[in-house]
Protein backbone atom coordinates (compact mmCIF):
# COMPACT_ATOMS: atom_id res chain seq x y z
CA UNK A 1 0.00 0.00 0.00
CA UNK A 2 0.85 3.40 -0.48
CA UNK A 3 1.07 5.88 2.54
CA UNK A 4 0.88 9.21 2.48
CA UNK A 5 2.45 11.27 5.40
CA UNK A 6 1.66 14.49 5.26
CA UNK A 7 3.01 17.63 7.28
CA UNK A 8 2.40 19.67 9.41
CA UNK A 9 -0.56 18.38 11.53
CA UNK A 10 -1.42 21.95 12.59
CA UNK A 11 -1.31 25.07 11.49
CA UNK A 12 -0.99 28.96 12.81
CA UNK A 13 -1.29 31.50 10.43
CA UNK A 14 -3.14 34.98 9.71
CA UNK A 15 -4.82 36.68 7.55
CA UNK A 16 -2.50 37.27 4.76
CA UNK A 17 0.44 35.06 4.91
CA UNK A 18 2.05 32.36 2.55
CA UNK A 19 1.74 29.08 3.77
CA UNK A 20 2.74 25.48 2.64
CA UNK A 21 1.94 22.38 3.07
CA UNK A 22 4.13 18.92 2.29
CA UNK A 23 2.78 15.42 1.87
CA UNK A 24 5.46 12.99 1.22
CA UNK A 25 4.62 9.32 -0.71
CA UNK A 26 6.13 6.29 0.11
CA UNK A 27 6.87 5.29 -3.58
CA UNK A 28 6.05 7.16 -6.87
CA UNK A 29 2.86 7.88 -7.72
CA UNK A 30 3.84 9.59 -10.54
CA UNK A 31 2.45 12.60 -9.79
CA UNK A 32 -1.12 11.55 -9.33
CA UNK A 33 -1.92 13.54 -6.54
CA UNK A 34 -5.09 15.65 -5.43
CA UNK A 35 -5.49 18.44 -2.74
CA UNK A 36 -9.15 18.93 -0.67
CA UNK A 37 -9.87 21.85 1.43
CA UNK A 38 -12.53 20.31 4.14
CA UNK A 39 -15.08 22.38 6.74
CA UNK A 40 -16.42 21.14 9.98
CA UNK A 41 -19.55 19.07 9.02
CA UNK A 42 -18.90 20.14 5.23
CA UNK A 43 -17.89 17.24 2.16
CA UNK A 44 -14.10 18.43 0.77
CA UNK A 45 -14.10 20.38 -1.80
CA UNK A 46 -11.38 19.43 -4.87
CA UNK A 47 -8.67 22.37 -5.14
CA UNK A 48 -5.58 20.28 -7.30
CA UNK A 49 -5.60 17.62 -9.02
CA UNK A 50 -2.43 15.86 -11.18
CA UNK A 51 -0.34 17.86 -8.67
CA UNK A 52 -0.19 21.29 -10.06
CA UNK A 53 -3.95 21.59 -12.24
CA UNK A 54 -6.20 24.21 -10.47
CA UNK A 55 -9.49 22.68 -10.47
CA UNK A 56 -12.14 25.26 -12.36
CA UNK A 57 -13.37 27.99 -9.95
CA UNK A 58 -10.64 27.94 -7.66
CA UNK A 59 -9.13 30.92 -6.77
CA UNK A 60 -5.46 31.12 -8.04
CA UNK A 61 -3.75 31.84 -4.57
CA UNK A 62 -3.60 28.46 -4.10
CA UNK A 63 -1.22 26.30 -6.04
CA UNK A 64 0.65 22.98 -5.98
CA UNK A 65 4.06 21.42 -6.82
CA UNK A 66 5.93 18.16 -7.26
CA UNK A 67 9.35 16.87 -6.51
CA UNK A 68 9.79 13.30 -6.77
CA UNK A 69 7.64 11.94 -3.99
CA UNK A 70 7.02 14.69 -1.98
CA UNK A 71 4.57 17.16 -3.02
CA UNK A 72 3.38 21.26 -1.76
CA UNK A 73 0.21 22.98 -1.55
CA UNK A 74 0.95 26.78 -1.03
CA UNK A 75 -1.18 29.31 -0.50
CA UNK A 76 -0.37 32.37 -1.46
CA UNK A 77 -2.00 34.76 0.44
CA UNK A 78 -4.48 33.37 3.24
CA UNK A 79 -7.98 34.67 3.05
CA UNK A 80 -9.91 34.24 6.19
CA UNK A 81 -12.48 31.39 4.38
CA UNK A 82 -9.32 29.37 3.89
CA UNK A 83 -8.89 28.41 8.01
CA UNK A 84 -9.96 24.99 7.50
CA UNK A 85 -8.43 21.03 7.40
CA UNK A 86 -6.35 20.56 3.73
CA UNK A 87 -6.14 16.37 2.49
CA UNK A 88 -3.50 15.30 0.19
CA UNK A 89 -4.84 12.05 -1.56
CA UNK A 90 -2.45 10.09 -4.03
CA UNK A 91 -4.95 8.15 -6.76
CA UNK A 92 -2.00 6.22 -8.18
CA UNK A 93 -3.56 3.38 -6.82
CA UNK A 94 -6.45 2.66 -4.75
CA UNK A 95 -6.79 5.67 -2.58
CA UNK A 96 -4.64 6.86 -0.05
CA UNK A 97 -4.58 10.57 1.85
CA UNK A 98 -2.81 11.91 4.40
CA UNK A 99 -3.61 12.81 7.61
CA UNK A 100 -4.97 15.97 7.09
CA UNK A 101 -3.57 19.72 8.23
CA UNK A 102 -5.64 21.62 10.45
CA UNK A 103 -5.21 25.74 9.39
CA UNK A 104 -6.05 27.94 12.42
CA UNK A 105 -6.26 31.92 12.89
CA UNK A 106 -3.61 32.87 15.07
CA UNK B 1 -25.86 20.33 -12.47
CA UNK B 2 -24.02 17.56 -10.53
CA UNK B 3 -25.26 16.25 -7.30
CA UNK B 4 -25.10 13.01 -5.25
CA UNK B 5 -26.40 12.26 -2.07
CA UNK B 6 -26.19 9.14 0.35
CA UNK B 7 -28.67 7.17 2.10
CA UNK B 8 -28.97 4.31 4.28
CA UNK B 9 -29.11 3.78 7.96
CA UNK B 10 -27.94 5.88 10.48
CA UNK B 11 -27.45 2.86 13.59
CA UNK B 12 -26.17 -0.41 12.59
CA UNK B 13 -25.66 -3.22 16.05
CA UNK B 14 -22.24 -4.93 15.77
CA UNK B 15 -22.18 -7.42 13.42
CA UNK B 16 -24.53 -6.44 11.27
CA UNK B 17 -24.03 -5.84 7.30
CA UNK B 18 -24.17 -1.72 6.57
CA UNK B 19 -26.02 -1.41 2.81
CA UNK B 20 -25.51 2.66 1.38
CA UNK B 21 -26.76 4.20 -1.39
CA UNK B 22 -25.51 6.87 -3.54
CA UNK B 23 -27.82 8.47 -5.85
CA UNK B 24 -26.23 10.87 -8.28
CA UNK B 25 -27.66 13.14 -11.02
CA UNK B 26 -26.09 15.06 -13.80
CA UNK B 27 -23.75 12.15 -15.29
CA UNK B 28 -24.33 8.64 -16.22
CA UNK B 29 -22.79 5.60 -16.14
CA UNK B 30 -24.01 4.84 -19.44
CA UNK B 31 -21.27 7.51 -20.35
CA UNK B 32 -17.77 6.18 -20.97
CA UNK B 33 -15.28 7.53 -18.19
CA UNK B 34 -17.86 8.06 -15.26
CA UNK B 35 -17.81 6.59 -11.90
CA UNK B 36 -18.42 6.27 -8.45
CA UNK B 37 -16.21 6.46 -4.74
CA UNK B 38 -17.16 5.89 -1.74
CA UNK B 39 -14.60 7.17 1.18
CA UNK B 40 -15.68 7.47 5.10
CA UNK B 41 -14.36 9.92 7.81
CA UNK B 42 -14.50 8.73 11.34
CA UNK B 43 -15.36 11.34 13.67
CA UNK B 44 -12.58 13.71 13.89
CA UNK B 45 -10.29 11.65 12.21
CA UNK B 46 -9.10 11.65 8.83
CA UNK B 47 -10.48 10.76 5.32
CA UNK B 48 -9.90 6.74 4.45
CA UNK B 49 -10.87 5.78 0.76
CA UNK B 50 -12.75 2.56 0.47
CA UNK B 51 -13.64 1.43 -2.92
CA UNK B 52 -14.94 2.65 -6.87
CA UNK B 53 -16.19 1.43 -9.77
CA UNK B 54 -16.52 2.62 -13.24
CA UNK B 55 -18.62 2.67 -16.01
CA UNK B 56 -17.03 -0.51 -17.68
CA UNK B 57 -17.35 -2.79 -14.12
CA UNK B 58 -14.25 -2.00 -13.34
CA UNK B 59 -14.14 -2.30 -9.30
CA UNK B 60 -11.24 -1.63 -6.75
CA UNK B 61 -11.51 -2.07 -2.90
CA UNK B 62 -8.88 -0.99 -0.08
CA UNK B 63 -7.09 -3.59 0.66
CA UNK B 64 -7.49 -3.96 4.16
CA UNK B 65 -11.34 -3.85 3.80
CA UNK B 66 -11.26 -6.05 0.73
CA UNK B 67 -12.62 -8.63 2.57
CA UNK B 68 -15.94 -6.46 3.82
CA UNK B 69 -17.05 -4.98 0.96
CA UNK B 70 -19.14 -4.83 -2.13
CA UNK B 71 -19.57 -2.31 -4.59
CA UNK B 72 -22.32 -2.58 -7.26
CA UNK B 73 -23.89 -0.17 -10.02
CA UNK B 74 -27.81 -0.13 -11.30
CA UNK B 75 -27.34 2.31 -14.19
CA UNK B 76 -30.82 2.57 -14.59
CA UNK B 77 -31.47 4.60 -11.82
CA UNK B 78 -28.35 6.41 -11.43
CA UNK B 79 -27.18 4.33 -8.01
CA UNK B 80 -24.42 2.65 -6.31
CA UNK B 81 -24.65 0.69 -3.35
CA UNK B 82 -22.16 -0.18 -0.86
CA UNK B 83 -22.51 -2.94 1.14
CA UNK B 84 -19.97 -3.62 4.26
CA UNK B 85 -20.09 -6.56 6.28
CA UNK B 86 -19.56 -7.51 10.12
CA UNK B 87 -19.88 -3.90 11.10
CA UNK B 88 -17.93 -2.97 14.39
CA UNK B 89 -17.85 0.09 16.60
CA UNK B 90 -14.33 1.45 14.62
CA UNK B 91 -16.63 1.61 11.60
CA UNK B 92 -18.37 4.76 13.00
CA UNK B 93 -17.87 7.41 10.26
CA UNK B 94 -19.49 9.72 7.91
CA UNK B 95 -19.50 8.07 4.81
CA UNK B 96 -19.16 9.87 1.49
CA UNK B 97 -20.09 9.32 -2.32
CA UNK B 98 -17.88 11.14 -4.47
CA UNK B 99 -17.75 11.22 -8.76
CA UNK B 100 -14.77 9.94 -10.18
CA UNK B 101 -13.93 10.15 -13.71
CA UNK B 102 -11.63 8.60 -16.59
CA UNK B 103 -9.75 6.26 -14.22
CA UNK B 104 -8.29 8.60 -12.20
CA UNK B 105 -9.95 8.05 -8.93
CA UNK B 106 -10.02 11.39 -6.81
CA UNK B 107 -13.58 13.03 -6.32
CA UNK B 108 -14.23 15.81 -8.04
CA UNK B 109 -18.25 16.37 -6.70
CA UNK B 110 -18.97 14.97 -3.37
CA UNK B 111 -22.44 14.04 -1.97
CA UNK B 112 -22.79 15.74 1.68
CA UNK B 113 -22.38 12.45 3.44
CA UNK B 114 -24.19 10.37 5.81
CA UNK B 115 -23.35 9.64 9.57
CA UNK B 116 -23.19 5.85 10.99
CA UNK B 117 -23.01 5.07 14.19
CA UNK B 118 -22.37 1.30 14.96
CA UNK B 119 -23.44 0.49 18.75
CA UNK B 120 -25.44 -1.81 20.46
Known amino acids: DIQMTQSPSTLSASVGDRLTITCRAS??????LAWFQQKPGKAPKLLIY???TLESGVPSRFSGSASGTEFTLTISSLQPDDFATYYC????????FGQGTKLEIK | QITLKESGPTLVKPTQTLTLTCTFS??????????VAWIRQPPGKALEWLAH???????RYSPSLKSRLAITKDTSRNQVVLTMTNMNPVDTATYFCARIRDSYAYGSYWGQGILVAVSS
Open chain 2, 26 to 35: GFSFSTIGEG
Open chain 1, 50 to 52: KAS
Open chain 2, 53 to 59: MFWNDDK
Open chain 1, 89 to 96: QQYSTIGT
Open chain 1, 27 to 32: QSINNW
